[in-house]
């Protein structure tokens, strides 16, 4: 028996192995990349590279609000630097 043109193409496609379950993704469980944090001597700016830390405990989606936050302090902690000191009372000295 032969085959039309027509039903080529169907028979094709009739002998073709179904498509199976979309295989699963299960990204890994968040983990510390183990990278040393060296202190500054800086209170505020250690402090904001402390926060780093925090990514280490959260999926990928959680570490822009990290990075935000520590941006934001580091660019306070410099800011802090060129805004003109206050004078002390004690500097009133006559």
Do not use: C, F, K, W
Not at 3 to 8: I, N, R, Y
Not at 32 to 38: F, N, Q
Not at 44 to 71: F, I, N
């Amino acid at each position: 028996m032969s085959e039309t043109p027509a039903e080529a193409p169907a028979a094709a496609a009739a002998e073709a192995p179904a498509p199976g379950p979309e295989p699963s993704y299960d990204p890994a469980a968040p983990a510390p990349l183990g990278i040393g944090r060296t202190p500054t001597g800086h209170a505020e700016v250690d402090a904001q590279l402390d926060r780093l830390a925090d990514v280490d405990h959260l999926a990928a989606d959680g570490h822009a609000e990290v990075y935000e936050d520590v941006h934001q302090g580091l660019r306070s902690a410099l800011t802090a630097l060129d805004a003109r000191p206050v004078p002390s009372p004690h500097d009133n000295r006559s």
